[in-house]
């Protein structure tokens, strides 16, 4: 225990709290709950993390509130995930950018993949680029949210290397990914830009679902270890959905450099990476500086590629 209070001592990892910026359930509920299971299992802190809940905008009042009212406290932690960061992208937090928090830690990863129906005459994506070239019509997109979405730029991006301009695409946008994989199973929609997690987990429930390609940089570990990434198989997508945690702008550099310290031991460890592997993610571990590059890159591109689908954006703050 000698260790533990040594640690505490130093301040932010005293009395943690994590804030998910949704309803209880969510992935950004899932992203606290990993970080809590991990801080304690490793025994980096001598209390659990509390997990408190502030829902609005996919992320935009907790980072609001975080930057406005809570800029200093080093011992609070917010959740953010790829989508965050594509509302960044996209202007939806308002007046703050990318450079207004301190970016911690990426600790897991979900990717894209493009979905079919078992029984689709698509087996593999060189035949439903075929088919979305010889009738752009016959091919419906579906994806859970709206356009602009993380699911709506991953059907745009598959339909674009189709041909098929994103704007002219034929998209259904439904509540989540369950009701798009119902449609999909239903011959409603023809393909599901979805996620790897979900497709894996789904298939394991007995959904009759195809996973054509996964938008990662390399074959995934698990259940998908045999599909193809859609760059293997010449289509130059890549679409990772990284979860982490960014703390508030005023936050000293040392308490910093202790959560992205404590984050790299962690993440370095077998208990971290089935923790990880129990909520669904795949490895992505980032800290610190390294961290910062990815996400204000990663915003970089998204915003790129939103104004290239004609989508508004707003310039670096």
Not at 87 to 97: H, I, P, T
């Amino acid at each position: 225990m000698a260790g533990i209070t040594a640690i505490a001592a130093a301040g932010p990892l005293d009395k943690t709290e994590c804030i998910a910026p949704a309803k209880p359930g969510g992935g950004f509920d899932l992203t606290c709950k990993l970080a809590q299971a991990a801080l304690m299992e490793g025994k980096y802190v001598s209390d659990p993390m509390r997990i408190t809940y502030m829902p609005g905008g996919i992320g935009a009042v907790a980072y609001n509130a975080i930057v406005a009212q809570r800029p200093g406290e080093s011992n609070t932690l917010v959740a953010f995930s790829g989508g965050s960061l594509l509302n960044l992208a996209q202007g939806k937090f308002g007046r703050y950018g990318e450079n207004d928090v301190r970016w911690v830690a990426a600790v897991g990863a979900d990717y894209g993949a493009v979905i079919v129906a078992e029984n689709s005459p698509f087996k593999t994506m060189a035949d439903y680029v075929a088919a979305a070239k010889a009738d752009p019509t016959k091919v419906v997109f579906g994806a859970g949210g709206t356009v602009g979405s993380q699911d709506w730029m991953k059907a745009a991006l598959t339909a674009r290397i189709a041909g098929i301009n994103p704007k002219s695409m034929r998209f259904v946008a439904f509540e989540g990914g369950g009701e798009a994989i119902t449609a999909l199973q239903g011959g409603h929609v023809q393909v599901y830009s979805g996620d790897a997690s979900e497709a894996a987990e789904q298939i394991k429930a007995g959904a009759k679902i195809r996973v054509l390609a996964v938008m990662a940089d390399k074959r995934l570990e698990g259940s998908l270890d045999k599909v193809p990434t859609a760059k293997e198989l010449g289509f130059d997508i890549e679409w990772p959905i990284i979860r982490g945690f960014y703390v508030g702008p005023k936050v000293s550099d040392a308490d910093y450099k202790v959560w992205a310290d404590t984050f790299s031991k962690m993440m370095a460890t077998p208990a971290y990476a089935k923790l990880r592997s129990e909520r669904g993610l795949f490895p992505f571990s980032k800290t610190g500086a390294d961290a910062a590059s990815y996400v204000k890159s990663r915003v970089a591109d998204y915003r790129k590629m939103a104004a290239d689908f004609g989508l508004n954006v707003t310039p670096a703050k």
